[in-house]
């Protein structure tokens, strides 16, 4: 009897990200072709006017610069980013803006553990929604940010079948296309960590249900479970946190602390439930308590025995806004000593290039052994729908220039205009545009780890088909903003939209 092999469905594959650019010769963009052309007119005037010397000598100049401003390496850096970032870190270093002490015997006048930078001086105030449930707000007042944040409890592929990962991709992709319709929203981050167990929880449950008529032989074998169990053993926490802006749109008057309060109140139950299809598990808004705890053992790791143990006891932790800093902090240029531990924050410099599948980032989010703590974060900025469209239609014409611009495209170009003219296609249909990064922090607890945990992450980047490089002169900040507090960084920075997205 001859049997059919029936070949089953192809794995579905995603992909189609691409970074907007704009039109220019030789891939210089907006910016880089402005500056050849007025090199080459600014050599003509002086060719005419001073000599064919002076000509030479303002080309050989002209010409170091233009190099400088242009030529990038693998991570889109030229050299006068390096070098700026650099000597911009010397100065920081030299003034002592990179120490930080806080407490009763540090440097801040009112004796608290604040913490540094660029969360210093948000503000955290807990509210309850319709449902009754009580959520931490967290306020930026630099930027007028406010910051909701989900605790998630994620079902994980293991198991599940491709039809059920399809559409939990799907819905996340609704959700975030969604949340450029949520009135005032501006971001959004998905952050995992991957942390040593303590043991606590385990203990605590087995010595609630454990019969004390049970024979011998079983408690015996329940309390060696105990002990050796958390040896090796993760634990995985996930959290999703929503940005909304204070003004509703540009020119707006900003609501207070108490206005967002009770609008966000009537808000959260239905975005709670939304995230329940993208397959986060259960939903639940994070309380303040709850908040301080994790942003507390993110800057001293060894805290969390702590917490823990006071909680087996029946004891809540009291902890505030103003008390789950670091005592004490140093930056570094390649990387971040808090408290009992030391980080190294890596932030994407490229997507996956091509096509992937949706366990892309599995390794990456795993816990591995090399690591203590490990924090990856999805950062997203949802576009309105009138941004999209602008941004989608101008990328397409400078691909469009890219691939006509020579007699004989590359067939880096031609792919190129195909995707453009897709992602165009597809946000004429309704498809929502997204700006999303990555950030992913290593802590461990000895700097002689240090070495292992670079090589770690390298590792599982390149497993993952992402390129990572590290936040050189700014790796508190990073760190920071790689936490579930809400810190949008392009609204902290100077420099104009306008001239980043020509770079």
Request: net charge positive.
């Amino acid at each position: 009897m001859a049997v059919a092999n029936q070949a089953g469905p192809a794995a579905r594959t995603y992909g189609n990200w691409r970074r907007p650019t704009s039109p220019g010769l030789w891939q210089l963009g907006a910016l880089g072709t402005g500056l050849l052309l007025f090199f080459m007119i600014t050599e003509i005037l002086l060719m005419a006017t001073a000599g064919l010397v002076p000509a030479l000598v303002g080309a050989l100049i002209g010409g170091v610069a233009f190099l400088v401003l242009t030529v990038k390496d693998r991570h889109r850096r030229s050299i006068a980013q390096r070098v700026t970032a650099r000597v911009a870190f010397r100065r920081h270093r030299k003034r002592g803006h990179n120490l930080y002490r806080s407490g009763p015997l540090g440097q801040l006048p009112w004796g608290s553990f604040q913490m540094p930078g660029l969360a210093a001086p948000s503000r955290l105030s807990e509210w309850t929604d319709s449902y009754g449930r009580k959520f931490a707000l967290v306020h930026v007042p630099s930027t007028g940010d406010y910051t909701v944040v989900f605790s998630t409890e994620p079902d994980g592929a293991s198991l599940v079948d491709a039809e059920q990962v399809d559409s939990w991709v799907a819905n996340w992709g609704a959700w975030l296309a969604n949340l450029a319709n949520e009135p005032g929203a501006i971001a959004a981050a998905v952050t995992v960590e991957t942390a040593p167990d303590t043991g606590t929880r385990l203990r605590r449950e087995v010595e609630a249900h454990v019969d004390p008529d049970a024979p011998l032989v079983a408690q015996a074998m329940l309390r060696e479970v105990v002990d050796s169990y958390p040896e090796g053993s993760a634990t995985v926490k996930a959290w999703v946190s929503v940005t909304f802006s204070a003004a509703v749109r540009a020119g707006a008057r900003k609501r207070t602390p108490e206005e967002m309060g009770r609008d966000l109140a009537s808000r959260l139950p239905a975005l709670s439930q939304s995230l329940h299809a993208t397959g986060a598990g259960g939903a639940r808004p994070v309380t303040a308590a709850e908040l301080c705890e994790v942003v507390r053992v993110a800057y001293d790791p060894t805290a969390a025995r702590l917490l823990d143990a006071a909680r087996a006891a029946g004891e809540a932790p009291a902890l505030s806004w103003d008390q789950v800093g670091p005592a004490a902090a140093e930056e570094h240029y390649d990387h971040y000593r808090h408290d009992s531990a030391v980080s190294v924050t890596w932030a994407m410099s490229s997507a996956p290039r091509g096509e992937v599948y949706s366990s892309v980032l599995r390794d990456l989010l795993a816990p591995h052994r090399d690591v203590d703590r490990k924090r990856v974060t999805l950062l997203y900025r949802p576009l309105s729908a009138a941004r999209a469209a602008h941004i989608v239609e101008q990328d397409r014409r400078a691909a469009d220039f890219r691939a006509t611009a020579s007699a004989r495209p590359s067939a880096r170009a031609q792919i190129d205009q195909r995707a453009a003219h897709q992602a165009a296609e597809e946000e004429a249909r309704g498809a929502g545009l997204v700006n999303f990064g990555l950030v992913v922090t290593a802590t461990v607890t000895s700097s002689d780890r240090l070495p292992d945990a670079r090589a770690a992450i390298d590792n599982l980047s390149a497993a993952a088909r992402v390129l990572l490089r590290p936040v050189y002169g700014s790796q508190g900040s990073a760190f920071a903003a790689a936490l579930p507090i809400g810190l949008v960084l392009p609204r902290h920075l100077r420099v104009p939209a306008e001239i980043r997205e020509s770079l």
